[in-house]
């Protein structure tokens, strides 16, 4: 383990890193050099007026935020003699079981390829290009044959594998403490219990005003949601990320919710983004991936034919679409227990140099993929700001839904704490389910992956949303009514 100071002094470093090859460290360079034409400053006490120009101008608040942003997104480091895959995952089982899973989702995946003759990605020629640019925001309206297309992989067979998860070393030894736990998920991973959910969401207790949520609270339901709403305006006045996350933990006001979401997620609109923005469209312009066959289908089995869904359509195409062109969401494989597939140019296979991440963005979309952004749509109507949130929700969160880790917000420790809780505190009903041969975690589990989208009304779900992005963590997905009772 690395001792506090060292650990510290690496963390520092490694923000530092990072954040020198941000935009944020050009435009903080730019306002230094503009400050030297101030005639505040001068010259014999140059570094504290620089640093007291960029604080009272808001450039320190923004520094402020992409650091604590950066603490929120990648994990704490490990010991510089700890090999690099243990930052994406410590236990080699889960490791092996992932790679194993990727290596099946690459071979359904080719064999599609194979059965339909259909390249993995094409130039698209003029005339299709100026096609698809004519109706780029009505691709809706577009009726592709997709009968043959089918879904990589949906939740129930991800389900399967999560099942047959063991660790060999447990497997091995004679202690019987985990065989108790009759529920699906057989790995003997750490989950918190009622108490330690207590402590750790202890703004949710029932005493404690929630946001359009009608439990016994000691405030009047209008005089806690007037008082909520002052505080909001005022947080979003500060632009103080640490003040935002922690302010989503009572629910969001509807009207605040998305400047605030942003602010959480250090999101800005600045013009280099809707620049990068086009470019991932011109990709997609240009360029003809057979995973785009996979995002169409996918948006027409889901949001279309979802009531609250289907009029953002075209929005869908478009963000999904420019994100699997995305290269810089590799970047979160860093921390992702997974690894991003490769694919080979024609001739080459094997040869390393000649390997391309496949999709460029490393993510295979499955079932229910769409409906990560579906939601989304409410929040946000211009679709580069739309798709920049999306992005930052999925490297930060999501992605741990469709991946084998031992995380505590990851999938298997959601599904062992939704089992353990059950079990626990509503044996009666767990085991009745278990009779009639209806496991409950087969019933929630697509409920899980899908953060619930799909299967809670919008504002139910946006406010459950408000409390993943405010605790940092997924584990309100698995959680129930027992936990404040």
Same mark, same amino acid.
């Given at each position: 383990?690395?001792?506090?100071?060292?650990?510290? *002094?690496?963390?520092?470093?490694?923000?530092?890193?990072?954040?020198?090859?941000?935009?944020?460290?050009?435009?903080?360079?730019?306002?230094?050099?503009?400050?030297?034409?101030?005639? /505040?400053?001068?010259?014999?006490?140059?570094?504290?007026?620089?640093?007291?120009?960029?604080?009272? *101008?808001?450039?320190?608040?923004?520094?402020?935020?992409?650091?604590?942003?950066?603490?929120?997104?990648?994990?704490?480091?490990?010991?510089?003699?700890?090999?690099?895959?243990?930052?994406?995952?410590?236990?080699?089982?889960?490791?092996?079981?992932?790679?194993?899973?990727?290596?099946?989702?690459?071979?359904?995946?080719?064999?599609?390829?194979?059965?339909?003759?259909?390249?993995?990605?094409?130039?698209?020629?003029?005339?299709?290009?100026?096609?698809?640019?004519?109706?780029?925001?009505?691709?809706?309206?577009? /009726?592709?044959?997709?009968?043959?297309?089918?879904?990589?992989?949906?939740?129930?067979?991800?389900?399967?594998?999560?099942?047959?998860?063991?660790?060999?070393?447990?497997?091995?030894?004679?202690?019987?403490?985990?065989?108790?736990?009759?529920?699906?998920?057989?790995?003997?991973?750490?989950?918190?219990?009622?108490?330690?959910?207590?402590?750790?969401?202890?703004?949710?207790?029932?005493?404690?005003?929630?946001?359009?949520?009608?439990?016994?609270?000691?405030?009047?339901?209008?005089?806690?949601?007037?008082?909520?709403?002052?505080?909001?305006?005022?947080?979003?006045?500060?632009?103080?990320?640490?003040?935002?996350?922690?302010?989503?933990?009572?629910?969001?006001?509807?009207?605040?919710?998305?400047?605030?979401?942003?602010?959480?997620?250090?999101?800005?609109?600045?013009?280099?983004?809707?620049?990068?923005?086009?470019?991932?469209?011109?990709?997609?312009?240009?360029?003809?991936?057979?995973?785009?066959?996979?995002?169409?289908?996918?948006?027409?089995?889901?949001?279309?034919?979802?009531?609250?869904?289907?009029?953002?359509?075209?929005?869908?195409?478009?963000?999904?679409?420019?994100?699997?062109?995305?290269?810089?969401?590799?970047?979160?494989?860093?921390?992702?227990?997974?690894?991003?597939?490769?694919?080979?140019?024609?001739?080459?296979?094997?040869?390393?140099?000649?390997?391309?991440?496949?999709?460029?963005?490393?993510?295979?979309?499955?079932?229910?993929?769409?409906?990560?952004?579906?939601?989304?749509?409410?929040?946000?109507?211009?679709?580069?700001?739309?798709?920049?949130?999306?992005?930052?929700?999925?490297?930060?969160?999501?992605?741990?839904?469709?991946?084998?880790?031992?995380?505590?917000?990851?999938?298997?420790?959601?599904?062992?704490?939704?089992?353990?809780?059950?079990?626990?505190?509503?044996?009666?009903?767990?085991?009745?389910?278990?009779?009639?041969?209806?496991?409950?975690?087969?019933? *929630?589990?697509?409920?899980?992956?899908?953060?619930?989208?799909?299967?809670?009304?919008?504002?139910?779900?946006?406010?459950?949303?408000?409390?993943?992005?405010?605790?940092?963590?997924?584990?309100?997905?698995?959680?129930?009514?027992?936990?404040?009772?």
């Amino acid at each position: 383990m690395l001792g506090q100071d060292g650990g510290l *002094s690496l963390t520092i470093a490694q923000i530092v890193q990072r954040l020198k090859g941000s935009g944020l460290h050009a435009q903080l360079e730019r306002q230094a050099r503009l400050s030297l034409h101030n005639p /505040e400053i001068k010259l014999e006490s140059l570094k504290e007026d620089i640093k007291e120009f960029l604080k009272t *101008s808001g450039w320190e608040k923004k520094l402020q935020n992409a650091v604590y942003s950066e603490l929120s997104v990648f994990p704490l480091p490990c010991h510089p003699s700890a090999p690099p895959e243990h930052t994406k995952e410590s236990l080699a089982y889960m490791r092996k079981a992932q790679g194993n899973w990727e290596k099946r989702i690459l071979k359904s995946l080719n064999s599609m390829c194979t059965e339909l003759g259909i390249p993995l990605a094409q130039k698209r020629s003029i005339n299709e290009q100026k096609e698809l640019l004519s109706k780029w925001n009505e691709m809706g309206t577009d /009726e592709p044959d997709l009968s043959l297309f089918r879904p990589v992989y949906a939740p129930k067979d991800f389900l399967e594998v999560l099942m047959n998860l063991r660790n060999p070393n447990y497997e091995n030894s004679e202690q019987p403490s985990f065989r108790n736990h009759l529920g699906l998920i057989q790995v003997p991973l750490k989950v918190k219990d009622i108490p330690e959910l207590k402590e750790y969401f202890n703004e949710l207790d029932l005493n404690t005003g929630q946001l359009d949520i009608d439990d016994s609270a000691h405030v009047p339901p209008e005089l806690f949601e007037n008082e909520h709403v002052r505080i909001g305006q005022k947080v979003l006045m500060e632009q103080d990320s640490a003040a935002a996350q922690q302010y989503v933990r009572q629910g969001c006001p509807n009207l605040l919710r998305a400047e605030l979401w942003a602010l959480i997620l250090n999101v800005s609109s600045q013009p280099e983004d809707v620049l990068y923005y086009e470019q991932l469209k011109s990709n997609v312009i240009q360029h003809d991936l057979l995973v785009d066959n996979l995002i169409y289908k996918d948006v027409k089995l889901t949001a279309s034919n979802d009531d609250y869904y289907f009029v953002f359509e075209d929005y869908l195409y478009q963000v999904l679409l420019c994100f699997s062109r995305d290269t810089s969401v590799l970047e979160h494989f860093a921390y992702n227990s997974a690894t991003p597939p490769k694919s080979y140019v024609r001739g080459k296979l094997g040869m390393e140099e000649y390997a391309v991440f496949y999709p460029p963005n490393g993510v295979i979309p499955f079932h229910g993929f769409s409906m990560y952004v579906a939601p989304l749509c409410f929040l946000y109507n211009e679709p580069s700001k739309l798709y920049q949130m999306f992005r930052e929700i999925y490297v930060r969160y999501f992605f741990r839904l469709h991946s084998i880790s031992s995380h505590p917000s990851g999938i298997v420790s959601l599904c062992l704490l939704f089992e353990t809780l059950l079990q626990t505190h509503l044996p009666q009903l767990f085991y009745h389910l278990r009779e009639i041969g209806a496991q409950p975690l087969r019933i *929630s589990f697509k409920w899980m992956v899908r953060a619930f989208s799909g299967y809670l009304a919008t504002d139910q779900l946006l406010l459950l949303w408000d409390r993943v992005l405010g605790y940092n963590s997924l584990e309100i997905l698995a959680g129930n009514e027992n936990i404040f009772c």
